[in-house]
């Protein structure tokens, strides 16, 4: 966890929670799902990079690499750091259909990490407050504690913030 007012990056099936004053950066987004969780209150996000939607098994290494570890991991840790569960708010953007011709749904990871996340936020009772997902393109996002302020670039050179 960060605990000043920096910059951390994450990369791929990885996660981080930064208190007061920060930013929280992943690149790379293209099916991956990039989810932020942060109490509306007090000064705590996170963020995980999501890759797919479903663990293998149930304690896999890389909690944060599932949709169905990494948003309990994500949500735990933003508890024992002062959130609380109805201050708790999603942001999330990506979910992308990087291959415009694959119809098999099996390949269709974006759609399903995106799917997977949205159930498991509604079953936690969090609401997507927010949300850039699908298309054909890759995005790298920032969140900005303490504005809470999620920033989308696309690859196309696009910026917006939700």
Not at 61 to 80: F, G, M
Not at 81 to 105: C, D, S, Y
Request: proline letters at 5%.
């Amino acid at each position: 966890m960060a605990d000043s007012s920096q910059q951390v990056r994450i990369g791929i099936a990885e996660g981080a929670v930064i208190r007061r004053a920060g930013q929280i950066v992943t690149a790379g987004l293209g099916s991956c799902v990039g989810l932020v969780l942060y109490d509306d209150v007090v000064d705590v996000a996170g963020m995980v990079h999501i890759m797919l939607p479903n663990a293998p098994k149930p304690d896999p290494i890389h909690p944060q690499k599932y949709a169905d570890t990494a948003i309990a991991w994500l949500y735990e840790a933003l508890l024992r750091e002062g959130a609380r569960p109805l201050h708790v708010k999603a942001k999330m953007a990506g979910g992308a259909q990087m291959f415009r011709n694959l119809t098999t749904e099996a390949l269709r990871i974006g759609d399903r990490n995106v799917q997977m996340t949205t159930e498991l936020l509604h079953g936690l009772q969090i609401p997507v407050v927010a949300e850039d997902v699908g298309g054909h393109y890759g995005r790298t996002v920032r969140f900005d504690l303490p504005t809470r302020v999620f920033s989308i670039r696309t690859a196309r050179g696009e910026e917006r913030q939700i």
